[in-house]
């Protein structure tokens, strides 16, 4: 008798422990650098992308690193699609990371599933969760919403099998993304469609990479098809290298690697997209997708005691994992031009994969081939491509799941988004309204504090023609900033100040002053008038600091009071300004009793530094290790 297979979508409840959600007020003013590489084996088209698409700023996004470390159960809403072989969990509220993938025969988790839910300082915006697959479109880093929700509704197969649609406006970018997820009756493998499509007339940079977290183990191997990667570790220009074996050792073992690194596996043109991660049976998880899906990549944090401290700091103990990932270009510091009008698509699949242990675990070239004749078993090419050619046929939303926030109906409201029955948006919210008064009266209502930022030239045109107050002024001003005219927005800003001091106005013309005394003074300034809001606190520590004022520092931190006293960034600051004033015993004092940054940043090197500094000889204790280039 055959048995009846069924696919099936529901909502449920993940309860976790996990800190408090990540919250900020204040515009990222920075952008990004573009990246440059004469390094070996760097082409012309990957040295034109390196060059290419990194933004000015990260505007319209605010910081979001108001979070600690204080974990409680949280319930997390989720969505849950299922059928014979495979349970898959997303997070509608986080991105739509894909958190959890089982392999229902052998109740066999193949991703990172992490057992606590603790944003670190990882991501473009700061909060970021190790774990899971997240999806990244807009620049280089994580994307600016992997800490907030999205949109999501349930639509139908043409056969009727159940698909989760979520969608979003990635708004540096401009770009509309919708990810269709489904697990079709019987499939071995979790199927998504991706699509990201240009609304505006004018080209975009696009930048893609989904980031897959599974477990590690010394005896996981990760393959792909290829003999040759862009190398990065943090110090050496990036170069192309001979792989799996780099400096004579296997680098295809991540758990085995010392140091973090970044391996980008150079997929020759004609070659099937895959990537795994495949254990000492020879069984893991893999991915593959349709061609327009070109990088993948494998990282690793280093089994360094910096590497260690860091993989316990994202999910706690006994929680090693290990990253392969795929993307649009060869290496995650490259962005390419898409079209105006454009729309580009493809399919990702993801599953249990099993090949021969002795092969896996053999020589590079029969390892690729093992797996690669595994997958072509698992679930052939051209299963992907009619999965591609299905999801155009895909139904008209039938239930809401999750809601995202109001900024797409927004700009659906001011024309530079078409509605789309497809993706259904919602209406705007109450951090949309102010803007909303723009469009309808052509002025913008004053408030303090300031309306979160957009971005868009429809928006500056608007200000361009009645800003007349320091609150419309202000917001000129970030729009000239991210169209990167930094005099333009020097200039609204100033006359922004002439009508009204305000911290926001101070703090932005502190950004832009080329002199490290004259920053301090506006940060200064920009303090003093609005002393209770700690983000402002900790730039102005900062600011200071860097002018050389550690006096100064130290009398902030000295009439800071409460919880604000005790931060690990206040703390930080004050080891920082003792040491800058010759206090040596008071450095050691902090560091004895305790410094912990909650949003330590990947790449800081503050806390290892300053223990040198005042413990010279002495071993860096782990909890102050976050080196990711020491061995």
Known sequence: MTRHVTSTLRTGVLRIEGAADPVGTLPILHGISS???EGAGIDDEMRRNLAYGAPHTLLPYTRQDGYDRERTTRELPTVVLENEHLTATFLPGYGGRLWSLVHRPTARELLHRNPVLQPANLALRDAWLAGGVEWNLGTTGHW????????AV??????????????????????????????????????????????????????????????????????APADHAFHCDYVSDLKRVEFPVV?????????????????FLDVPAGERRWIAALDASGTGLVQTSTDRLRGRKLFCWGTSTGGRHWQEWLSGPDSSYLEIQAGLARTQLEHLPMPGGATWSWVEAYGLLEADPEAVHGSWGEARWAVADALDRLVPAAELDRALAEADRFGDPEAVLAEGSGWA?????????????????????????????LLATGALPAGDPPAAPVAGAHW????????????????????????????????????????????????????LDDSPAGAADRMTEAHRLRPELFELTVELLDTLLR???PKEALAVVEALRGPARAHGRVRLAEAKAAY????????????????????????????????????????????????????
């Open 580 to 631: 800058a004033l010759g206090d040596e015993d008071r450095v050691r004092r902090l560091l004895a009793e305790g410094i912990r940054v909650d949003n330590m940043r990947e790449g800081e090197v503050s806390l290892d530094r300053l223990w040198l500094a005042v413990h010279p000889g002495k071993p860096v204790p782990p909890e102050y290790d976050f080196r990711m280039t020491e061995d």
């Open 35 to 37: 990246y440059t590489a």
């Open 154 to 223: 349930r639509v139908s197969a043409p056969d009727g099998t159940p698909v989760l649609r979520m969608f979003a406006f990635e708004r540096l970018r401009g770009l509309v993304l919708r990810m269709d997820a489904w697990l079709p009756a019987d499939s071995p493998v979790l199927l998504v469609h991706v699509g990201v499509h240009n609304p505006a007339e004018e080209e975009t940079p696009v930048y893609w990479w989904s980031n897959i977290a599974v477990p590690e183990r010394p005896d996981v191997r990760v393959l």
């Open 247 to 263: 400096g004579a050792e296997d680098r295809s073992y991540p758990g085995r690697a010392a140091r973090a690194a970044d391996y």
């Open 144 to 151: 600016p919403l992997t800490c907030e929700p999205l949109h």
């Open 460 to 511: 500056r045109r608007l200000l361009e023609k009645g800003a007349d107050d320091w609150h419309a002024l202000y917001h000129l001003g970030l729009l000239r900033l991210a169209d990167g005219e930094r005099e333009a927005a020097r200039d609204a800003w100033r006359r922004s100040l002439a009508l009204r001091r305000t911290p926001w106005v101070l703090r932005a013309l502190a950004f």
């Open 547 to 549: 002018a050389e004022r």
């Open 409 to 437: 109906a927004l700009e659906i409201e001011a024309g530079r988004l078409p509605a789309s029955p497809l993706l259904p948006f919602g209406v705007p919210g109450a951090e949309q309204e102010p803007w909303r008064r």
